[in-house]
């Protein structure tokens, strides 16, 4: 009897391949393609109300995208190699346009886009700071200082095109990940054609919860005002993105359950057992039915804006909690049954490993110590005073 | 169209570093990729050879019989002519190409254990196939105080 | 032709040194060992099981285990033991991959079987489909195998595969499976598992040659391979393959 394993396994399959790490990465990428999806609402979408996010999504997201392939490089057997991956990248395998569409993404998208955005900000920095900090603004510069009227006008125009192609290669930062489980043939808790869809639809739930809590810490610690119609417009999005999250995920439980395919009879049984706590109860009831009803009703009925802003922080936690959630039941979910239909294993997780909770725990502050450094050097509020708090 | 350029000149300067950095690449990817890579398909064709290198345990079942013919021959008149040599005596790659064999002989197998893996009664082995309740089919006797293993029917 | 014991044993001792002496040659200079006359273009491998015939002894499971230093643990062969119901529904077990053998059950209430598995060197095979960078491929003459010294061990190839044939070796930290012993058939010997196998269940075949028993056995017998809705392109035949085999 092999400890963990209920049934039949085949000997090799009894370990698990992708742990926690695995869980983290998509779980990282979503939040950087939900975060420049919300920038991307304003600049590509003119939703003005969210306005006073643009910059602070921006750097959200160039905080988590720089954190992102360390969960990979930590689970990797050789992670010195990882270099082939751009050497011979294997035109037939979707994990090997990860480093070509993480550069673009950070290179071409993201890094030109922050610097167009603060062009203005850095350039005065670089005049007006002194010491290292001011070498800093300097090398930020590229050697430009030109910041003439007409010089910004065609920073807006090529920041705008930059945004319009940022929003399918954000898709493709993100939808290849799902795309890398739905593809597996061998799995059918991964292979679905709605898996890239659905990663993409609640990484933008997470990412758009996400900004929506860092707008309202923010500007709480630096006590401010929180621009309510801005919050608003944000709680908006997020409701509807996450109700179309909501009904793909139940599109493709509803599927499987009428199709009752060769593999529904164990899948099903793993649901009810392994997964009950971290599927039904964690992802389904308290992350996203919890979150939806509560959204829905600052949508349905005239709230005050205190309650507003309380239900808007417990919305974006509990979202965040129950897209993590689903991303380990995916991953894990994935590898606790046996291809055989005929067992299962269990998940043992440690805690100080390479691929530990420590080592996730210190991965998911990291981005948070980091945007902590990139608000400091790249102020999102450069010469805001006072805003006037709207709504109610 | 001056004006226009020289206010758009700032954007050269990204341009260049990602130039400078895609012709960099460039240069180290040559330097860096297996030479054989590619030869027959999207892989190092060095492995082929690299794989083929792995040296051998089981000598395989004719290198056995150059020597020892005359218990081949006693095999190949029973039940056991089709189990090979070192099905029973293991791996003996070390043992035929030393220099001196003798040096590397094999260990006499564990009849208590060896015989009953193949021979002990289980209701999945072929019905047609010589199987017994070991422990109630000798009386305790180790199998080769009546079978001879090279030529075992009785 | 006349020759003696000594000469076959000289010639071998002769081709061994120069296998040896080019081998080491190759760690040091990097230059391909002399040329055998095994020419990838001329074979395609594959394998015949015959479940009728497999004793479940694990002589093959052992075999493989030491002529390919697999780690304990780990399997890149093992035998599954079918106990089958009425109604289809299988109860299997493997024992550590069957290397000690099964526990004898003598239960004649179910259909009972072994069931021999392995690498199944799929020739559209959706483990090499999902390498990111090339670290394991079909050879040019049919055998999956993985290049150690290129890959990353990111697992991909492992999740991909519908049979559970892969792992990652503890000690390189690379995906590791069965290589057809592909060190033994380049030179003309047959695969680890099938020396070992005392009842001739397992057998290696090339399809590219005209003699090999294969085509005849082909004609003649009712095979099936593993999971053939998956459209992997095994080439590893199950004869006398039951319905209820996963």
Known sequence: MIPGVEGFMYPNEVALQWSLLIVLYPYITGLVAGAFILASLERVFKVDAVRPTYRLALLTALAFLLVAPLPLQLHLGHPERSMEMYLTPHSSSAMAMFGFVYLWYLMAVLLLEIWLEYRADIVRLAQTTNGWTGLVYKALTLGSMNVSPAARRIDDKVGFAVTVIGIPSAFLLHGYVGFIFGSVKANPWWSTPLMPVVFLFSAMASGIAGVLLLYMASMKLKKMPIDMPCVDAIAKYLFYTFVIDFSLEMLDLVHRTYEAGESFRSLDFMVHTRLWASQVILQICIGTLVPLALLALTQLFPIRAAARRAIYVASGLLVMIGIFAMRWNVVIGGQLFSKSFLGYTSFKLEFAAREGLLTAIGLMILPFVIFVVLVKLLPPWPERKTTEALGD | ?154 | MDLSRRDLFAAGGKLLILASVGATLEQITGAAPPSESYNVAEHWWGMIVDIDKCIGCGNCVRACSKENQVPQGYFRTWVERYQVGEDQQPHVDSPNGDIDGFPADTRTDVKSFFVPKLCNHCADSPCVQVCPVGATFVSPDGVVLVDKNYCLGCRYCIQACPYGCRYLHPETNTADKCTLCYHRITQGLTTACCEACPTGARQLVDFKNPQDPVHEYLRHNKVQVLKPYMATGAKVYYKDLDGSVR
């Open chain 2, 1 to 154: 169209m001056r004006q226009f350029l020289r206010d758009s000149g700032h954007l050269v300067r990204p341009a260049v570093v990602l130039v400078v950095g895609i012709a960099a690449f460039l240069l180290i990817r040559t330097a860096l990729i297996p030479k054989a890579f590619g030869k027959y398909g999207h892989y190092d064709a060095a492995a082929l050879d690299r794989i083929r290198q792995h040296p051998v345990a089981f000598a395989g079942q004719d290198t056995c019989v150059m020597c020892h013919d005359d218990q081949a021959k006693a095999r190949a008149a029973g039940k056991h002519a089709h189990v090979s040599c070192e099905a029973c005596h293991g791996p003996q790659a070390a043992h035929a190409n030393a220099d001196d064999p003798s040096a590397h002989k094999p260990a006499l197998p564990d009849v208590a254990n060896l015989c009953r893996r193949c021979h002990e009664k289980d209701a999945a082995k072929p019905n047609d196939f010589p199987q017994v309740v070991t422990a109630e089919h000798s009386g305790g006797a180790l199998c080769t105080a009546c079978h001879q293993p090279h030529n075992p029917h009785l």
